[in-house]
């Protein structure tokens, strides 16, 4: 597609609602001034967010050539983006409120890098029919085929409203659900108390009660709406995604782009037997943040519908596995990690009893049970300390293939994370005083992801089993195995 074009008109209605919101926000906290003033405040600030805006898209165009996209801006300061197609990662399609309201589409074009993984190198709005047909005419520059039409795709599995409020519920990270629990249990004591026994405790269990709805509530909420009416499915070498209920977001990436597979599951989502797929995928941002962050390309579903899903996905991630576990100085070197952490819990909770003896002693109320309350939390804080201890132990594992690598991590939170050796930055290789003491190393791999680099960090294995992934690396660079562009295959 050849000749100049400018963005549809509705990305100024966009880009000035974004500034409003921030500003409404920001007028919210200013009580000190009167309502006349704060409404004048928000429309010189809608008008001048209005001329702005208008003026950018007004001196803003885009070509498209035959090698590459060009995005000028001729304002204040001149700006000049030239995006090779050979260097174009993916075509992202985003369709939020406003997309809908005007009949547009939001097409991001992203380079595979880290330096801007969260923010897409181009931000385009044209109306759906045309940027449907610009991502059709780009994508057999990126995947060297036609994109498949989403009418023509069969998912490789079907995903209900069920799996997406149970992935939504059971996905958040068990360290958020533990804390948002206790705060929740904390909010309902403290209005028991309030409203039973009359005491003015009102106010701290509404804080409580709200930390609770920021730490559970909010995320699970957030997946619900970003994850809803999921499905994914795989063309020749090519993935496709597609969730979202307020903004709707479809992308594509060859798989050879993946860096690294993750299996992953919650304490609360091994209790239902279920799992779910992410990939490291560097080139994909949408620019929300989070959806880019590490594509989930299987909720949580059933372990064996997961490994199945597995294997029809990123066969190229699946090799014959023969891990190999921590051995015996790592259990030695976790069980004294654990006895200093639980000597010095211990110290705080007896030195905070002692302080708080006798002043709560002679309270009549519920917080008469603090000095009691501390030991009783310390000793479950040094029960949680030595199971973290032996399960990290059992757990965690290291095995080294022929053109792939895994680490298995986690305690309350499991993860799986296979590796291609053609994807690895660089290797660290660490010892702590114990760790060589009882000749055990941590290995810290750095990959490029979504979000920049990511550092996936092994258990604690002897130090030549974790340099073989250095090592690998060099030998496959030197025999021309090594292929940064297709994963290791």
Known sequence: ??????????????????????VVIWLLFAGQLSATILAGMAVIVLVAALAFNYWRWKRTLVRFGETEVIVERSTLFKQKKTLPYSKIASVNVSRGIVS??????????????????????????????????????????????????????????????????VHSLFSVPTYQTL??????????????????????????????????????VVPSFGHMVRYYGFKVHRSGDTIYLQHGLIRSYRTSFPVYKINAVRV?????????????????????????GESSARPVVCLL??????????????????????????????????????????????????????????????????????????????????????????????VREFDAGDDLFTFVNGVLDRETVVMSYDKVQMVHVIK????????????????????????????????????????????RIASGKYDHRVSGT
């Open 1 to 22: 597609m050849n000749g100049e074009l400018r963005c549809h008109p509705s990305i100024i209605v966009e880009n000035t609602l974004q500034i409003m919101f921030v």
């Open 100 to 165: 809908r309201l005007f009949g547009t589409s939001r097409l991001m074009l992203n380079i595979n890098s880290g330096h801007n993984a969260v923010v897409p190198e181009a931000s385009l709005v044209f109306k759906k029919d045309l940027a449907d047909r610009i991502r059709a005419e780009i994508a057999p520059r990126l995947y060297a085929r036609d994109l498949e039409p989403e009418e023509e795709a069969v998912p490789l599995a079907s995903f209900s409203l069920q799996d997406v409020i």
């Open 179 to 216: 804390l948002g629990a206790a705060f929740l249990a904390y909010s309902i004591v403290e209005l028991y108390q309030s409203t039973v026994q009359e005491l003015s405790t009102g106010g701290t269990a509404f804080l409580s009660l709200g930390l609770f709805f920021l730490l559970q």
């Open 264 to 288: 992953k599951s919650t304490f609360a989502s091994r209790l239902l037997h279920r799992s779910c797929i992410e990939a490291e995928v560097v080139g994909i941002a949408s620019g929300d």
């Open 301 to 394: 579903r059933d372990d064996d519908e997961t490994q199945r899903l597995l294997r029809e996905l990123v066969p190229e991630f699946i090799y014959q596995r023969e891990p190999t576990k921590q051995p015996r100085g790592a259990r030695s070197v976790l069980l004294i990690k654990a006895a200093i952490a639980s000597l010095l819990v211990l110290t705080v909770a007896a030195s905070l009893t002692l302080l708080v003896l006798d002043p709560f002693a002679a309270r009549t109320d519920a917080l008469s049970a603090v000095p009691y309350a501390l030991p009783a939390l310390a000793t479950l804080l040094v029960l949680g300390i030595a199971h973290a201890a032996r399960t990290s132990y059992r």
């Open 432 to 475: 702590g005083p114990l760790a060589r003491r009882f000749g055990v190393s941590r290995a810290r791999v750095f990959l490029l992801s979504s979000v920049g680099t990511r550092i996936i960090t092994s258990g604690l294995f002897p130090e030549d089993h974790l340099d073989s992934v250095a090592k690998t690396v060099l030998e």
